[in-house]
T-cell receptor
Framework: EAGVAQSPRYKIIEKRQSVAFWCNPISGHATLYWYQQILGQGPKLLIQFQNNGVVDDSQLPKDRFSAERLKGVDSTLKIQPAKLEDSAVYLC??????????????FGEGSRLTVL | KQEVTQIPAALSVPEGENLVLNCSFTDSAIYNLQWFRQDPGKGLTSLLLIQSSQREQTSGRLNASLDKSSGRSTLYIAASQPGDSATYLCASFNTNAGKSTFGDGTTLTVKP
């Protein structure tokens, strides 16, 4: 069974530039999450999708961050314009969701962003 | 608001030692508690998941326990090996919030 796929693995940009990250969850997983992980800290939830609808985006800085999950499968997370403090690893996770299953989270390898 | 704490932040032990990692959470209304391993520059790998109705789960040399009433979970690693060196994170899925909250992890170093 294929795991959660993310790209790119690494990205270096100048501040005020834009960047986009892509995630493909495990097949059949209805729930998709984007987390931000700053060095030395645990992941912090940015946005949660159930199929193609947003369940929770309360921690997403909406003035610069946006995310979408078209057709309820792949998802993209965009940052525009980037700030120095956005340097972090962006992790995508998925779970079976839909009221069933154990709620177990499965993570991708992450996309490491460096903003100069 | 759920808060998850992992103490200590770092731990160093000699190879072969048995050890316990701690995870505490403030809201006992949890759906599950999941333990992860994270190697440097990598994503999170799920180790064990304990449902709220369970007390413990075991996988090989790993055993995780859950005590909702005291807001604590422990991860027991038996006969530690240098390959166990990594950061271990716990996450509780809070029923009221409908989402998981992570601790900041314990970085384990097992010395040969």
């Amino acid at each position: 069974e294929a795991g959660v796929a993310q790209s790119p693995r690494y990205k270096i940009i100048e501040k005020r530039q834009s960047v986009a990250f892509w995630c493909n969850p495990i097949s059949g997983h209805a729930t998709l999450y984007w987390y931000q992980q700053i060095l030395g800290q645990g992941p912090k939830l940015l946005i949660q999708f159930q199929n193609n609808g947003v369940v929770d985006d309360s921690q997403l800085p909406k003035d610069r961050f946006s995310a979408e999950r078209l057709k309820g499968v792949d998802s993209t997370l965009k940052i525009q314009p980037a700030k120095l403090e956005d340097s972090a690893v962006y992790l995508c996770a998925s779970s079976l969701g839909g009221g069933g299953g154990t709620g177990e989270l499965f993570f991708g390898e992450g996309s490491r962003l460096t903003v100069l | 608001k759920q808060e998850v704490t992992q103490i200590p932040a770092a731990l160093s032990v000699p190879e072969g030692e048995n050890l316990v990692l701690n995870c505490s959470f403030t809201d006992s209304a949890i759906y599950n508690l999941q333990w992860f391993r994270q190697d440097p520059g990598k994503g999170l790998t799920s180790l064990l998941l304990i449902q709220s109705s369970q007390r413990e789960q075991t996988s090989g040399r790993l055993n995780a326990s859950l005590d909702k009433s005291s807001g604590r979970s422990t991860l027991y690693i038996a006969a530690s090996q240098p390959g166990d060196s990594a950061t271990y994170l716990c996450a509780s899925f809070n029923t009221n919030a409908g989402k998981s909250t992570f601790g900041d992890g314990t970085t384990l170093t097992v010395k040969p």
